[in-house]
């Protein structure tokens, strides 16, 4: 397989060479660990006493990680991506609110957005998070089979509801739409809510998915149930397979009430449970369709080889590549390239209400082993390149 994400003049050819130096600056700040903690308790600090460092941050942080404020301010960057192949996901990013009249504000916002996609070519996905509809506790206590007041089932109705009008808005608008994992411990009343969805708005084609957190040593295991379920009843089955995003916290949760990990035991058990399910979506196309959400090269690679083994198209419309915008663009722009179905998930909203979004982006780069290195190997080696 040639190392295809080597090439830099293609993964930066969207970026201007203020753009590149910025890129640079951030990462050689993000690698320094220390740095990023105190930087974190500064912002959150300023933002609540009302400083003005939105400036600031909106000409750093946000505009490197962020597509804008509105979905009509990222207009112009899912453009300029689109002329180089890669399609866009518009991620609504504000997190943490627990009121019902949020909830509705959030599907109507969900809704809005998949009407923004249907008439946008370069706008191929949304993407929803359960906990956005409805209650963190009332998934936990629907997973965990308590026992739900009559108060509780009508709330519970009420996210299906939402969850539902948001399903059959994007199937009737051909969009496809990836509903996020959480933490394990609200995650089964998801699984059974999204497969309710895809058996209802999957028959032809898999317009919901679902999402796979493949640091969970028992994925696959569902992926095979699922997997069943659908040979025996007919629809069809999309999944987005992800590492995963909670792995303290599932860690932390797993010691304190006495119960066994939900986690692989190390990163390589990991990798190989992601490359596992990926190869097992991949030989039953005719049921699922995949979206390939990493930033890990090798798994990347060994997709590109699966496909080409399996005898599948580069550009068949059941396999999907997807990075968040700001990262892996060495991946994202050279699969494009390349012919396959690549996109970029581009979160937008408000600074200070993403600010939590943001923070976990900085987080998650000081702590994925080598992340934050070969992005600025990669952006030193396009510097010297262009000669800056």
């Known amino acids: ?7 830099t003049e293609k993964a930066f050819a969207l970026k201007k060479d203020s753009e590149l130096e910025r890129a640079y600056f951030l990462f050689k700040m993000i690698a320094n660990e220390p740095l990023v903690r105190i930087g974190t308790a500064v912002t959150n600090f300023a933002l609540k006493a009302h400083l003005p460092v939105e400036g600031l941050i ?26 180089y192949g890669v399609s866009a996901i518009l991620d609504y990013s504000v997190e943490g609110k627990e009121e019902e009249s949020q909830f509705d504000a959030a599907m109507q916002k969900k809704i809005s957005l998949i009407e923004f996609a249907k008439n946008k070519d370069a706008i191929s996905f949304a993407v929803l998070k ?16 308590g026992d739900l007041s009559d108060k509780e089932q ?25 509903i996020d994992g959480e933490e394990s411990w609200m995650q089964d009343a998801a699984d059974e809510l999204v497969e309710k969805m ?39 089955v999309g999944l987005k397979i992800v590492r995963g995003a909670y792995m303290e916290k599932e860690a932390e949760r797993a010691k304190e009430k006495g119960y066994q990990n939900p986690i692989c035991a190390s990163k390589q058990a990991t990798d190989e449970n992601f490359n596992k399910v990926m ?27 699966l496909m080409r083994d399996l005898g599948i198209a580069n550009n068949d419309h059941r396999i999907w590549f997807g990075q ?21 998930l581009i979160p937008f ?40």
Not at 1 to 7: A, E, H, L, P, S
Not at 58 to 79: I, K, P, S, W
Not at 328 to 342: I, Q, W
């Open 198 to 236: 895809m058996r209802r708005y999957n028959e032809e084609k898999a317009y919901i998915f679902n999402t796979v957190q493949c640091y969970r040593w028992d994925r696959m295991d569902y992926v095979k149930k699922l997997h069943e379920k659908a040979k025996t009843d007919g629809f069809k």
């Open 130 to 145: 359960p906990t956005a509809l409805g209650r963190f506790a009332l998934w936990q206590k629907v997973t965990e089979q």
């Open 279 to 305: 190869a097992y979506i991949m030989n039953d196309l005719d049921v699922f369709s995949l979206f390939v959400g990493s930033h890990n090269e090798a798994s990347n690679y060994l997709a590109m080889e």
């Open 1 to 7: 397989m040639d190392r295809i994400f080597d090439n």
């Open 324 to 344: 968040l915008l700001g990262m892996s663009d060495h991946l994202t722009f050279n699969l494009a390239a390349e012919g396959y179905n690549s996109v970029k």
């Open 58 to 83: 909106r000409a750093t942080v946000f505009d490197h990680f962020c597509g804008g404020t509105t979905e009509d301010d990222c207009l112009q960057l899912v453009d300029r991506m689109y002329d």
């Open 154 to 178: 009508q709330e519970w109705q009420r996210i299906e509801n939402r969850i539902d009008a948001i399903c059959q808005r994007a199937a009737a608008c051909e969009v496809y739409l990836l």
């Open 349 to 388: 909203g408000p600074v200070k209400d993403v600010m939590p979004y943001l923070i976990r982006r900085a987080q998650e780069n000081t702590s994925v082993a080598g992340q934050t290195t070969r992005e600025l190997d990669l952006l030193k080696k396009e510097k010297e390149r262009r000669g800056i």
